[in-house]
């Protein structure tokens, strides 16, 4: 039997590994949070996907993006995403959300994101003069994370959103062991956000220390959309990873054309590592 000393302890150590998170949470943002776009086909968008993988989302909170009377579709990716971490931070969290914003037009991000979150989470909104580069964007979002004191980083993009703590519950610990967490989002495949799958082929998401991810190679510069994730995971073994579904923790819905995630970058393709520089 314990005695109540060693228990008092022992609940204060697990108080203060999932009850109490220094985090500096990462977003490299343009244009996404007040955007107008066409509907799309699933079945058409999806069908490289295994039979069966598309199924009932999970979650009985909805949150679909707004369908206009034409037809088309309103997207604010960016405002839901905050207004979600709003709901699921817990009293003794000591969060940062950083915003790298690449002059954005379709809002004033500053404006927004501080009415938002004031009062409620610290924000940092940064704007960078130049092109758009996603890795540029969450490398210096990590330098201001530094500069603040943060201990742990969550590199998050601006289209996902939250239902619940669990998922940063789960990187604590995670990353009181010295791992990397990447986490698996359950992804919309309608606007109605009543359908999707689980996606587990991609890496852009990762909780990490803070002393980690300065001895890495770090984000890479990236003049189109895509394979900085994969650089950035290449940085790790496979023991230093712990990859897991969460429930709570969704992708939002939003076209998957080439078009709409180019739409920001110099270069309009999907052109791989020749896409990819080195940060300073």
Request: charge should be positive; charged fraction near 25%.
């Amino acid at each position: 039997m314990k005695d109540r000393g060693t228990e008092h302890w022992s609940l204060r150590y697990k108080y203060n590994i999932y009850y109490r998170m220094d985090l500096a949470i990462c977003i490299s943002v343009k244009n996404r949070s007040n955007l107008i776009v066409n509907q799309e086909d699933p079945n058409v968008t999806y069908k490289h996907l295994e039979k069966g993988k598309i199924i009932g989302s999970e979650s009985d909170l909805y949150f679909p993006p707004t369908l206009n009377r034409d037809g088309t579709i309103t997207l604010n990716l960016l405002p839901k995403l905050l207004m979600s971490l709003i709901s699921v931070k817990r009293p003794l969290d000591n969060w940062t959300i950083i915003i790298v914003d690449f002059e954005s037009t379709d809002v004033n991000v500053e404006l927004m994101a501080n009415g938002i979150l004031g009062g409620h989470i610290p924000c940092v909104v940064h704007t960078e003069s130049s092109i758009f580069s996603r890795g540029t964007g969450l490398h210096i979002a990590a330098k201001i994370a530094k500069s603040l004191e943060h201990k742990s980083l969550f590199f998050c993009d601006a289209d996902m959103y939250f239902t619940r703590s669990r998922i940063f519950e789960k990187a604590q610990l995670a990353l009181s062991k010295n791992k990397i967490y990447y986490p698996i989002c359950f992804s919309f495949t309608q606007c109605d956000h009543l359908k999707g799958f689980w996606r587990d082929t991609g890496y852009g998401m990762l909780f990490i220390k803070t002393e980690q991810y300065f001895s890495t190679e770090k984000w890479k510069h990236n003049i189109s959309w895509g394979e900085e994730d994969n650089e950035m995971r290449n940085n790790f073994k496979e023991d230093q990873i712990i990859r897991e579904k969460i429930s709570g923790y969704y992708h939002q819905w939003h076209p998957e054309s080439i078009v709409f995630k180019t739409q920001e970058y110099p270069i309009k393709s999907y052109v791989g590592k020749n896409a990819i520089l080195k940060n300073t």
